[in-house]
């Protein structure tokens, strides 16, 4: 999908759409314990629906009317069928270890670019224990059966491969502990993942700042509402930067999303030239890059991970914000935006099958103008996001369908 959006200055208020974070979690928690739960408030974006897939295909009673999804926990989390993660690297890792619950051969599939994202924490995990992990170009065989105990994690890579680990444990009868070595990326993730397990009476916790303990006692179902998500919010917030006048509502004030730290970052980007780390907030780096590409430039540290999202992200805004006239300088755990000419783009942009990307250039060209290649990608996390922005009095033309 080709989209043109024209020049213009955003008015108005924007419901912030749900937390695809918290999402993931209250459904999975939600699978865990026996009975009914009723979760409103969720948008479905692709991931949110690859993981409602898996669940399914797990065994587990997901019915969707509305905004509501109704889960009906199970005791017996088993494979009925292939795992379906399409695109979402969340549903993945979240699943895998689920999967290694029953003693069964589990197969979870996904696209190219998601067999390609790592893997390693599990894999090792399973070469540990005996388990079979084999990884092939569009699917993942496993085959093994967790008990409770004493995990050693790297958490170096992603609080993903954490969060997966704490939800099969707390299946397992007796209490684990995680040990966690490395630098811990994203520790605001692992603690949206404690709030929303506790949400559901799970006993989990910190012991001290790198050891989890956790036990299968307790859980019970419960009726939640999902907050909203400031990762996607701050691309609909970002149209302030560029002059806009836009009320975006449905934030929680004392959130734990890490990405809530936008608000501080957009104001040292307006301020002048200034460092910003990424080491809790990945998902920010597109958006940052856009408007410090807008103002006077940045530079971002910690930005490894933006390598292995769903498309090298730093790589790809970088070739992006060269068509609008803006230098930036790729290093192996840095990345410099240069302020100067910022103009039209000279080609077509392109969404690098990337929703960040799509919507941090989309955010853009509401300055400049422009054409987006590979627009649908937005569909991933904010299906809403073209028609959210034409609400506000943006232009926005749907081009080509391909």
């Known amino acids: 999908m080709q989209v043109e959006i024209k020049p213009g200055t955003a008015c108005g208020a924007v419901q912030a759409p749900s937390s695809k974070s918290m999402t993931h979690r209250y459904l999975i928690a939600a699978a865990l314990v026996q009975g009914k739960s009723v979760i409103s408030g969720v948008e479905y974006s692709q991931d949110i629906l690859a993981t409602i897939d898996c669940l399914r295909a797990l065994g ?55 067999m390609e994202r790592p893997l390693n924490v599990y894999e090792t995990l399973c070469a540990e224990k005996g388990f079979s992990f084999v990884r092939k170009e569009d699917k993942i065989e496993v085959c093994g059966k967790l008990a409770a105990g004493e995990y050693t994690l790297d958490a170096s890579v992603s609080s993903q491969f954490i969060t997966g680990l704490i939800f099969a444990l707390l299946c397992c009868d007796g209490e684990s502990v995680i040990m966690l070595k490395g630098k811990i990326e994203s520790r605001s993730y692992i603690n949206l993942t404690l709030s929303a397990l506790k949400s559901f009476g799970f006993s989990v916790g910190w012991k001290g700042e790198d050891q989890l303990i956790l036990s299968a006692q307790g859980g019970a179902p419960c009726d939640l509402a999902v907050e909203g998500d400031y990762s996607n919010a701050a691309f609909l917030d970002a149209l302030n930067l560029l002059g806009g006048h836009v009320e975006v509502r449905g934030l929680k004030e004392d959130s734990l999303q890490g990405d809530r730290v936008y608000m ?127 609400d506000l009095g943006i232009e926005v033309d749907i081009v080509e369908v391909k």
């Open 264 to 390: 501080d970052y957009f104001k040292e980007i307006q301020k002048g030239t200034p460092t910003l780390s990424l080491a809790d907030c990945p998902d920010l780096g597109p958006i940052l890059m856009a408007m410090a590409a807008a103002f006077h430039g940045a530079r971002f540290t910690d930005a490894a991970r933006l390598k292995i999202k769903e498309s090298d992200r730093g790589a790809a805004m970088a070739e992006e914000l060269k068509k609008c006239g803006v230098q930036v300088d790729l290093f192996e755990n840095e990345i410099v935006v240069h302020s100067g000419t910022f103009s039209a783009p000279n080609q077509p942009l392109w969404g690098h099958n990337d929703h960040r990307i799509v919507m941090a250039m989309a955010v853009l060209c509401t300055r400049i103008g422009g054409l987006i290649d590979g627009a649908e990608a937005v569909r991933k996390s904010m299906p809403a996001f073209f028609e959210k922005i034409s």
């Open 60 to 114: 587990v009673d997901v019915s969707c009317e509305g905004d509501c999804v109704t889960v009906s926990g199970t005791a017996s989390l088993k494979p009925q069928e292939d795992l379906l993660c399409r695109e979402s690297g969340s549903t993945l890792r979240f699943m895998l270890p689920l999967c290694l619950l029953s003693g069964e051969k589990a197969v979870l599939k996904g696209s190219a670019r998601l």
